[in-house]
């Protein structure tokens, strides 16, 4: 099918390049656009065809969701970007945090029912305002301070019942980490 299309192209542009007229060149362009046409819309119909298909797997199947256990958990990070000792403003100033930026970590939450895994983004910081986020006033002493974020999760045990044509099938189970709050703040070093 390629071949024949690749060679409907070729011959068009050999008989547009012989000087023929201008009423030729606009068949030309009607058949080659009607092809394209053609080959999209069939694209199109197998597309939607393979995804009735997909569908017809799943008709009839219905999943009911129920809160099996909850649990809230915290955990601190360090946002990147900061000096090993922190930051020393000897005149005050403040110190910006992004908790949008930095570093996606692995964490993982210890549960009764087994270990709860999410990614967990650590933050930049800095003395610059172009981070943007937060501004976290530091005392004007000759100590170090570092930013710091307490990040707030609900952890979620779901039951999943499977039904397929209103009959029980089988159940699983799976865990939810989600995002619940930040508490930003900074810490004396030194």
Known sequence: M????????IACLRKERSGMEVSMRYRISKTIISTILAVF??????????????????????????VAATADRTITVTPGRQPE????????????????GGLSVPAIFPMPWGNVSTSVNVGIAGKESSIGGFSLPVPAKT?????????????ERRKVDV???????????????????EEIYVVEVS
């Open 2 to 9: 390629k071949n024949r299309i690749r060679g409907f192209f």
């Open 163 to 181: 039904y397929q044509y209103n009959e029980y099938k089988y159940t699983y189970y799976v865990s939810v980490a989600t995002l619940r709050s």
């Open 85 to 100: 000792g922190g930051y020393r403003l000897p005149f005050g100033g403040s110190i910006y945090v992004n908790t949008g």
């Open 41 to 66: 819309i069939c694209g199109c119909f197998k597309t939607s065809v393979c995804a009735a298909e997909a569908n017809e797997m799943r008709y009839g199947v219905r999943e009911v969701v129920t």
């Open 143 to 155: 100590k170090y301070y570092k930013a710091k974020i307490n990040k707030n999760y609900r952890i």
